[in-house]
């Protein structure tokens, strides 16, 4: 009797803690569902680069010159409370006029399959909700390229930009090639860095095939299609002359396209001249018109920040852990291709 009393207390407690458990996913599960009705999938930051440069320019002359320093901030916060008030009268007053005109500044490193676009559209959208008379964009570009539809949709988020009517500046510090420059491309100016990369402005596909490895193990590979040109080349299957030339008719088209919508964002260039699929260092770029000035994203901003408030605009989108991990594996295959990439481009260094 005592021993089927202490099983029924047994199961009785572990009932409780099942049904605890259960209540505590559940919980959890609701509050996941509660956040994502309220915040979506993903959230919008924004950080004030203006006073990020200022607080650093303050805790150096701070360490230069402390009594110097004092009286500077003293008269800043005075004249920050003076402006505090201005806004708060005009906003009673029904306006609403910023005291500077605002760069927003958002940030796109691309991947071979461009997937930072998805980021750049909300980002995008968000900007054109917000801005006013006298706003731009300064959008600070990485990229080595990658395929063909996702830098294309990513250079047409950009393109609404343009379409609104909002001077945007593309800032290039190392790479800007292929895609990356179809991106860059679009802006009203391109700055890039003495030696940054550009152009690239070709198209490139390979594929291995193996056809005759399978062959040889008496290995068959069957490869149904409806429509002549559904399947060019394949990897299993046997490769014919006739769907290498379809294929290369597809790649011309493509860079065909491409080199038309760099004349159309850039109409003083030269594009037979540099669509050649031959990358320039900023200085050559310079020189063939691939962009405007040389200078680094960096001079730039501070350069701003005296005239402009500048808000560093970033869209991050919620992820399982799943999803995490398996971005974390792409990037880090991503990276190694870009790593070999960049060897490949140029062997001398420096």
């Known amino acids: 009797m005592e021993f089927l009393n202490e099983v029924g207390l047994f199961l009785a407690q572990a009932v409780s803690v099942v049904l605890a458990l259960l209540l505590l996913v559940l919980g959890v599960a609701a509050i996941a569902q509660r956040q994502k009705r309220e915040g979506g999938d993903g959230h919008l930051a924004v950080r004030k680069l203006h006073e990020r440069y200022r607080q650093h320019a303050e805790t150096l002359a701070d360490a230069l010159d402390p009594e110097a320093a004092k009286a500077a901030a003293k008269a800043r916060r005075k004249a920050e409370k003076k402006a505090a008030k201005v806004r708060k009268k005009a906003a009673k007053g029904g306006g609403g006029e910023r005291e500077r005109p605002v760069s927003f500044v958002l940030d796109f490193e691309g991947d071979l399959r461009a997937e930072a676009a998805e980021q750049l559209r909300e ?41 609104a009517g909002i001077p945007l500046t593309v800032c290039v510090d190392k790479v800007a090639a292929s895609g990356g420059y179809m991106m860059a491309c679009v802006a009203d100016r391109i700055v890039a860095a003495p030696f940054a990369v550009l152009g690239s402005i070709g198209v490139v596909a390979q594929l291995p095939n193996f056809h005759r490895l399978l062959k040889k193990h008496d290995v068959d590979v069957e490869l149904l299609t409806a429509g002549e040109y559904k399947r060019t080349l394949t990897l299993f299957g046997e490769n014919t002359d006739k769907g290498r030339k379809k294929f290369q008719e597809e790649l011309e088209d493509t860079h065909a396209l491409f080199k038309a919508f760099v004349g159309e964002n850039r109409p003083s260039l030269d594009v037979a001249a540099v669509a050649t699929g031959e990358i320039w260092y900023g200085r050559r770029a310079l020189e063939a018109g691939l962009v405007d000035e040389l200078s680094t994203s960096d001079a730039l901003l501070t350069g701003l920040a005296g005239e402009r408030d500048l808000l560093a605009v970033s869209f991050t989108r919620r992820r399982s852990w799943q999803d995490r991990l398996g971005v974390a594996a792409e990037e880090a295959v991503t990276r190694a291709l870009l790593r070999l990439w960049q060897r490949g481009l140029d062997r001398r260094q420096v």
């Open 123 to 163: 980002e995008v959208s968000a900007v054109l909700a917000a801005r006013r008379e006298g706003d731009d964009v300064v959008l600070r570009l990485e990229s080595p390229g990658g395929i063909v539809h996702g830098y294309g949709l990513a250079a047409s988020q950009l393109q609404r930009l343009r379409d």
